[in-house]
């Protein structure tokens, strides 16, 4: 036992004297990355933060960050190393961060941690996300009337609330412009992986979809449907300009730059609190990139009018009457999702076809 | 004139030279890569191999290559003993997740009981889980003679497919709010894996490793069935004279590695996973034949080879984060190690000349 004490004590001692220290030195700040910042999708937009923070503070911070870290025991040593390394503020940008976060901040009770699209806070731990379901009604509206088919195909990554609240929100704005249309939804398994993620796009448009929505972070199914023609795909997480005009149309960017900005300047200040932000289209937060001249202009016109909507907060995308996939009610006429139900979304609507796996 | 002589015997000499031969060949091109890339050569070096041993912040690494090196000690050992015999068990990915899926299912249908029987069970069920994923490709290969590179490597997709499956399902953490992964083993003290001595890494999965080192050396050395290994790698007729079932010997190599690659797994999502996830496996059951190869299919190889790749993991995180290296340098550095090995294996069974081959 006294080995351990003596141990832990030690651990614990550096952690707060590489806090200590810091006082004067500038202000660490760490990043923990899914996948390559070169993604050109999830990671890439955080890394964008990260050089916006070093942009607005100049001397003032130090950022470091390490890319590619896999989600479970791995997570949690880079997270360590981060925070022994004098880290005084640790952004970990994957849900899969969750639970080494928190048991990293349990050792390290003078560093600052903020966890993305998670649900566990603690004293010293601060969730962040964004309501991309916002950016994926605008998505929907545009798709249900671009496809001809009215086959749209959708790339899911898990089956987790945050990409079954994209995939409803879509389907509702699709349906609503488009009472035809039908979603076919293939489950990808992972964040990034160009291949899985050309194989899914590759089968959807086989099965006769020819608009494509994605919530996987690689261009690859945007590639995919330039190859197959006449298939319109958006960009997802970042704009992902290079396929501008055709096959992206449009896109949902993450903007987490002046979000970023904020936290470090709250740290500085000592005004540092644990908070749960879920910012969206009003805060910024979520951004709809260009909408490009292939889409016509009165839909176009329609699709802007819409996240005006929805940024001003006049409209709220899930919006009764809305009833399950089993035909049950969710919500009675004119009533709004609730935060809560909305976060631990674990069906469809109705129309939808296919089960959630589980 | 550079010419290649077969030697009559490989070399002993280079048989040990060639893996340091080997890993030095790595720092310097390495060293070249990172200096390519803007960075202090030296220092990058430094950061990888001897500050995550000696460095500030050594108390806490130390612990960390054990916890990294005990898996792929395990699993190594496992396939070194095929991979003798010419038995080839690619797929120890897929027997070191059903492993852990099962060893996890055993301690989450006892939840929330604290029984200390808990534990001993799901170790058992994780060797079993890997045994039996392995048998599939061992009855196909004795039956049908079919190629059990192929059939074990496939097995590993469908491993992955039957984690999704688990960690979005029957495993699921009901208390999640609807996301996936298991519960926690960590918190469920019955069923945790933690570290035995706090700060030192070391905990069950650590302990299994090292016993299978010793056990792998005694059962090469001392006992038949390790001179029936050895015997049939090296000529397979004369085996089949000595009396060697090939068939029970593939049932053995496979059935053992893939036992061992189980208990890793199951160590492994007790231990530092703690949880049931859909991207629970990291690789260790591909990585694990490269450390087998590095260790010269040797147990005591084997060790100081697991210990030698988790040194390149850490030390290659901690240069990602201090010296910004990208973690695709990282990778093209643990490459190098592998293809500088078998390059300079070349050694070990061809003499280099230099001059005129001549005349007879």
Redesign the interface.
């Known amino acids: 036992m006294s080995v351990k004490s003596i141990l832990g004590t030690a651990a614990l001692a550096v952690g707060l004297a590489s806090a200590a220290t810091a006082q004067d030195d500038p202000l660490k700040v760490g990043f923990i990355y899914v996948g390559p910042i070169g993604d050109g999708g999830w990671t890439y937009e955080h890394n964008e933060g990260r050089l916006a923070v070093e942009e607005h503070f100049g001397d003032q911070v130090e950022t470091v960050y390490q890319e590619s870290v896999p989600e479970g025991a791995d997570a949690e040593r880079a997270i360590t190393q981060m925070a022994l390394q004098g880290a005084d503020l640790i952004f970990t940008t994957s849900f899969g961060y969750m639970d080494p976060t928190i048991n990293v901040a349990q050792k390290f009770p003078d560093v600052k941690f903020e966890h993305a699209t998670g649900y566990k806070r603690a004293d010293n731990v601060s969730t962040y996300s964004a309501r991309f379901y916002e950016g994926r009604a605008v998505q929907g509206y545009i798709a249900g009337q671009m496809t001809e088919t009215n086959k749209i195909g959708y790339i899911g990554s898990f089956p987790i609330p945050e990409v079954i609240r994209g995939i409803n929100s879509a389907y509702l704005a699709a349906k609503e412009v488009n009472p035809d249309v039908e979603f076919n939804v293939v489950w990808a398994y992972t964040w990034f992986d160009p291949a899985k993620e050309a194989d899914a796009a590759q089968a959807l448009i086989e099965q006769g979809a020819d608009v494509i929505l994605q919530h996987t972070d690689s261009t690859a199914p945007q590639a995919a449907a330039e190859k197959a023609g006449d298939v319109y795909t958006f960009g997802q997480a970042s704009d992902m300009a290079e396929y501008k005009p055709a096959p992206r149309i449009s896109s949902i960017i993450d903007n987490w730059a002046p979000y970023y900005i904020d936290r470090v300047q709250a740290v500085m200040d000592g005004t540092w609190e644990s908070t749960d932000t879920w910012g969206g289209i009003g805060t910024g937060m979520v951004g709809i990139g260009e909408i490009t001249d292939a889409v016509p202009a009165d839909v176009k016109e329609g699709a802007l009018a819409l996240k005006e909507r929805i940024g001003s907060g006049e409209y709220h995308p899930f919006t009764g009457p809305i009833n399950r996939q089993d035909g049950s009610q969710w919500l009675a006429e004119g009533e709004t999702a609730t935060d809560e139900t909305l976060l631990g979304m674990d069906f469809y609507v109705e129309g939808l076809e296919g089960e959630i796996p589980n | 004139m550079i010419r290649l002589e077969k030697r009559p015997e490989p070399s002993s000499l280079w048989t040990a030279v060639t893996p340091v031969l080997a890993v030095v060949l790595t720092m310097i091109a390495g060293g070249i890569l990172f200096a390519a890339l803007g960075n202090e050569p030296v220092i990058a070096i430094r950061t990888i191999f001897w500050d995550p041993i000696f460095g500030e ?1 050594a ?2 690494y130390r612990g ?1 290559l054990l ?1 990294k090196a005990a898996p792929l000690i395990l699993i190594a050992i496992g396939l070194s003993l095929g991979f003798r015999a010419g038995i080839w068990n690619i797929g120890a990915e897929g027997q070191y997740i059903i492993g852990a899926i099962c060893g996890a299912a055993v301690g989450l249908a006892f939840y929330p009981a604290n029984l200390w029987i808990v534990f001993p069970l799901m170790v058992i069920a994780g060797a079993i889980g890997g045994f039996l994923w392995a048998m599939i490709p061992a009855i196909l290969k004795t039956r049908f003679n079919t190629n059990e590179i192929l059939v074990s490597l496939l097995l590993v997709y469908v491993a ?1 497919a039957i984690l ?2 688990m960690a ?2 029957p495993l ?1 953490n009901p208390e999640g ?4 992964g298991s519960r ?1 083993l960590r918190q469920y003290e019955a069923a945790a894996n933690l570290e035995l ?4 890494g070391i905990h069950w999965g650590v302990i299994a490793a090292l016993i299978a080192v010793i056990f792998a050396y005694v059962l090469l050395k001392r006992h038949m069935m390790g001179f029936h290994i050895r015997l049939t790698g090296q000529s397979p007729r004369a085996a089949r004279f000595a009396g060697v079932n090939p068939n029970m010997l593939v049932i053995f190599c496979l059935g053992l590695s893939g036992a061992l690659a189980g208990l890793a797994g199951l160590f ?1 999502v007790s ?5 049931i ?4 496996n ?1 690789f260790y059951g591909f990585t694990a034949i490269i450390v087998a190869f590095l260790g010269r299919l040797h147990p005591i190889g084997i060790l100081l080879a697991g210990l030698l790749m988790a040194l390149t993991y ?1 030390g290659g ?2 240069a ?3 010296l ?1 290296l ?3 340098a990282i990778q093209a550095f643990q490459g190098m190690l592998l293809f500088f090995l078998l390059a300079v294996d070349l050694l070990t069974n061809y003499r280099v000349r230099l001059g005129r081959e001549g005349v007879a």
């Open positions: 912040f108390f806490y960390q916890v992955e999704a499956w979005l399902g699921r709010a609807g996301f996936p926690n001595i706090e700060g030192t492994e231990g530092p996973a703690g949880q996830s859909i991207d629970f990291v850490i995180e901690a990602q984060s201090t910004g990208p973690a695709a």
